[in-house]
């Protein structure tokens, strides 16, 4: 319950609250579809059956001797026992909370490739809302062009304007029909980004904005809740258990071993039958394993700190980096609504007030405004979509 509502809280401070929908639903599909994370449940599932092999008793030792005897009166022997060795007893407990730490490590990395790839996923749907924008925005602009085009070939043949007004209009037009085809055509390529992280499956995704929510003003306090939902700190902190684990193994594998088990010998008209007993002195086999282990404790501990410090790092670049575009896509929002200009100078070409020139390099103010917003929120979701892979959805 715990993770859930950490999950809840990030996720409404972050993400998008329009086309949101649409986004989540589709991450869905894709994490229900997708042939990457098929195979890796797969190779976890195989992996867990492995990690619960060995942990428990050798298997028994069954023997049998058939001696035949020299001179023959002295007749034939016959011997059958039955042994089995095991570790001192606390060596299977250790394994078995070994197991269980490695299962649970499985499932966490689990959910790290399962972030890192609905992180590309949205990253993916993001840059599909840009250029679905673009697309919508180069359509109104090519029936402006067109009309252009269209009204200055009326003029030039009436011998109202000379051709090089003309010829504006029409490399206007160009223009204009060349960047409409450039961004339907990487919108085409990112829909099938998009079907191959869906499994080969087509999808549709038609959002053209994104409006996103306030980030938390108090990155410490975020962040405490960041760290704790993190599946690769989670990871590290479990490998540093399993680590404890096996110093504790090997230190109970430095105990003698033991073997118990039933015996029997038979000789012509004699027969002895009993238990047998031993003891493995573990001198020589298990030397330096404690010294390993501890080394791999103190390199755990160590990789677990360094972590922390380039999560804590990267987590408040991308923070800031995200406060300072939301502000930045703010701002020329207000801007393009405030002041757009682009009707004046229409009715200001169309009266004749100002030259075709004058207009193009007017126009070219607001498109470039247009043009700036549609980056500056797009690369918001991408800094967005990296924070989202942070641990928020466990």
Known sequence: MKKIAISLLLTVMLWPVVAQNEMETLLK????????????????????????????????????NYLWGSPAPVGNRTDISITQSFDFPTAYGHRSRISKLENANLDLRYQSERLNLLMRARQVCTELVYYNALVEEYSRRLLNAQRIAETYQVRFDRGDVNILEKNKALLELNTTTNEMQRAESERSSLLNELKALNGGNAVSFTATELHYGMLPPDFEQWYALAEAG??????????????????????????????????????????FQGVTVGVSIPLWENRNRMKQAKAALSTAETVLEDNKMQFYHRLQNLFMRAKRLQQEAASYRQALSAFNNEAFLKKALESGEISLLNYLLEITYHYEAMQKMLESERDLGFVLAELSAVGMEL
């Not at 599946?231 to 109970?252: C, D, F, H, M």
């Open 230 to 271: 993190s599946p690769l700190l989670q990871y590290v902190r479990g490998q540093i258990e399993i680590s404890r684990q096996q110093v504790k193994l090997n230190r109970a594998l430095q105990l003698p071993k033991f073997t118990a088990g039933y015996m029997s010998e038979k000789v012509v008209g004699e027969r």
């Open 29 to 64: 599909e894709i994490e229900r579809n997708s042939s990457t994370l098929n195979a890796l449940r797969e190779e976890i599932a195989a992996r867990k059956l492995n990690n619960r092999t060995g942990i428990y008793f050798s298997d028994p030792e069954v023997a049998f």
